[in-house]
């Protein structure tokens, strides 16, 4: 079994101040874990995932994400907020590489006030 | 545009009516996903597709829920007699394999 708990449902930061969305996880495995961002009216896109590799993953748009198997956690960070990163973001964990169980997190609504 | 196309992208529907959807997958992906998002919730799987074969279902697909991928290519979503608690955002996904999915903007449908 699986689950994910983003812990915060809704973050809000001033605009070049740091982001912090956190994300703890349960699996019965070597997960995988992914971060998505969804924009309003758009699809899900990934922003990085973890799969087992290097622990500190970076992704796009200046995003990054530390595993920590001992605190079960993987949150997402980002140095300076940008407006166009107002969104809702997806914490996902994976039982392994490549399976197609995917769970999500309720998501975290990111807001940027200028 | 060769990413996940999903169509419609809105969908009103009287309650009892059935409706369609239809996902195109990004073409060389022989992997593909539905998962139903409701307000305020993180998208819920729902079934998986290699190639033609489905081969996983979760149990919120009822029976008035059907889909099918007829030649491997592009899948539909069929709901019968729709009820209000199936308004949702259905996603369409892709992957290569093994490969991260790749989502569709998706279509929302809202049961009247």
């Known amino acids: 079994a699986q689950s994910v708990t983003q812990l915060d449902s809704h973050v809000s930061v001033s605009e070049g101040t740091p982001v912090l969305l956190r994300c703890n996880y349960s699996?019965?495995?070597?997960?995988?874990l992914f971060w998505y961002v969804q924009h309003p009216n758009k699809g899900l896109q990934l922003l990085l995932k973890?799969?087992?590799?290097?622990?500190l993953v970076k992704g796009i748009n200046g995003f990054e994400a530390e595993f920590k198997k001992s605190e079960t956690s993987f949150h997402l960070t980002k140095p300076s907020a940008h407006m166009s990163d107002a969104a809702e973001y997806f914490c996902?964990?994976?039982?392994?590489?490549?399976?197609?169980?995917?769970?999500f997190g309720k998501g975290t609504k990111l807001s940027v006030i200028p | 545009d060769t990413g996940v196309s999903q169509n419609p992208r809105h969908k009103i529907t009287k309650r009892g009516q059935n409706v369609t959807f239809r996902c195109d997958p990004i073409?060389?992906?022989?992997?593909l996903y539905w998962y139903r998002q409701t307000l305020g919730q993180g998208p819920e799987f729902l079934t998986y597709?290699?190639?033609?074969?489905?081969?996983?279902k979760s149990r919120l697909l009822s029976d008035r829920f059907s889909a099918e991928r007829p030649k491997g290519s592009f899948s539909t979503l069929e709901i019968q007699r729709t009820e209000q608690g199936d308004s949702a955002m259905y996603l369409c996904?892709?992957?290569?394999?093994?490969?991260?999915?790749?989502f569709g903007s998706g279509t929302r449908l809202t049961v009247v």
């Open positions: 597709f290699q190639n033609e074969a489905q081969l996983e």
């Open positions: 996902v964990v994976s039982p392994w590489a490549g399976s197609y169980q995917l769970t």
């Open positions: 996904a892709s992957s290569a394999g093994q490969g991260t999915n790749t």
């Open positions: 973890y799969t087992s590799a290097a622990t």
């Open positions: 073409s060389e992906h022989n992997r």
């Open positions: 699996s019965s495995y070597s997960p995988s």
